[in-house]
């Protein structure tokens, strides 16, 4: 079974600053990891995804994730933020089959 | 625009009654999946469907039912509704049904019961 945690609900960034946020799961079987993000009233839409290979995995809007297996994690990144990134982001591993199971998602808040 | 289209994008209706959603995966997606995403649940798997066949079931309530018809469009249909089941219910389909795949996502039905 899949489970996915996702530290913090609510993450404020500076425009242009650093944005971090983090996802651990856990699996009993290899996952397959993927970052959403939902914009206000929109449907989700895919940033990035792991599915095997090189493990820094890059996405669009200039975000890029890590698989890192040791730590069980895939922390989603952006080196600058940009006032368009405030939505809600949510990660959400698959597993032996393919339904997403979503962490409570995060919030990200960018101040001017 | 993801190409996934689901209707209605807004119902509202009393307690008791049943509704349907429909959902038109992409052009060329075999495979469907329901979600449900409310305020204290989150976003949650309910069904997935795969060439007219069931693949998996989630947390649907047997209230709940849905299906694939032959031309991959999906309904779900949601009965004896209680206020509880007040929310955003998203379609998304993917191309087969292996775990790797993406699933592209509609714009949801947000449903309120009253």
């Known amino acids: 079974a899949q489970s996915v945690t996702q530290l913090g609900s609510h993450v404020s960034v500076s425009e242009g600053a650093l944005v971090l946020l983090r996802c651990n799961y856990s699996?009993?079987?290899?996952?397959?990891l993927f970052w959403y993000v939902q914009y206000p009233n929109q449907g989700l839409q895919l940033l990035l995804k792991y599915t095997t290979g090189a493990t820094l995995v890059k996405g669009i809007n200039g975000f890029e994730a890590e698989f890192k297996k040791s730590e069980t994690s895939f922390h989603l990144t952006k080196p600058s933020a940009h006032m368009s990134d405030a939505a809600e982001y949510f990660c959400?591993?698959?597993?032996?089959?393919?339904?997403?199971?979503f962490g409570k998602g995060i919030t990200l808040s960018v101040r001017p | 625009d993801s190409g996934v289209t689901q209707t209605p994008k807004h119902l509202i209706t009393a307690t008791g009654q049943r509704v349907t959603l429909r959902c038109s995966p992409r052009?060329?997606?075999?495979?469907v999946y329901w979600y449900q995403q409310s305020l204290d649940q989150g976003l949650q798997f309910l069904i997935q469907?795969?060439?007219?066949?069931?693949?998996a079931k989630g947390n649907i309530l047997e209230r709940f039912s849905a299906q694939q018809f032959p031309d991959l469009h999906s309904e779900l249909n949601l009965s004896s509704l209680e206020l509880g089941d007040s929310a955003l219910y998203f379609c998304?389909?993917?191309?087969?049904?292996?775990?790797?795949?993406?699933?592209?996502f509609g714009p949801g039905t947000r449903l309120l019961v009253l």
């Open positions: 469907y795969y060439n007219g066949e069931e693949r």
């Open positions: 998304a389909s993917s191309r087969t049904s292996g775990p790797q795949e993406t699933q592209y």
């Open positions: 699996s009993s079987v290899p996952p397959y």
């Open positions: 959400a591993p698959t597993g032996a089959n393919s339904k997403l199971t």
């Open positions: 052009s060329g997606d075999l495979s």
